[in-house]
């Protein structure tokens, strides 16, 4: 279509269409204030104290919290409990700490995790004793017979 071709008085071929719209309705949720929820809903962290997850089920609420971001709600009822923990996920949780904890320098593992920007501990970077009961010594292992 040319411009000299266009009318604007007609409406052919033209559409108004955005491309942000939303394609489903959209739904709001309730907002509580705090400690005013109604019973029988509750957020992750208190359906974990209950041995509870969601369970994959959508958020029916919010509660407002001191932070920037509200709390989700779940439905007691919806929920779903917690897998218990395998030997397999132990093992995994255990290596992936000993990672975070473990220097790579002097091979000590730690009771804390190491700090990112180091990525040592203190001892090796400026030389600061740790504290003997602070770590685990790995190197020092007893050898077998």
């Known amino acids: 279509m040319r411009a000299d071709d266009f009318d604007p008085h007609t409406n ?69 409990p917690v897998r218990p923990m395998t030997l397999a996920k132990e093992h995994a949780l255990d290596k992936a700490m000993a990672a975070r904890q473990t220097c790579p320098d002097c091979g000590r593992r730690f009771y804390g995790c190491l700090r990112v920007s180091l990525g040592i501990c203190l001892e090796c970077h400026d030389g600061t004793p740790a504290d003997p009961s602070s770590y685990i010594n790995l190197t020092a292992s007893p050898k077998a017979a």
Do not use: F
Request: net charge negative; aromatic share 6%.
């Open 12 to 80: 052919d071929d033209l559409v108004d269409v955005d491309p942000y719209a939303p394609t489903k309705p959209q739904t709001t949720i309730p907002v509580y204030k705090r400690n005013q929820a109604p019973e029988g809903l509750a957020t992750k962290r208190q359906l974990r104290d209950m041995g509870l997850r969601p369970g994959g089920q959508e958020v029916v609420a919010e509660v407002e919290t001191l932070g920037p971001k509200n709390g989700y709600l779940y439905e007691n009822a919806q929920a779903k």
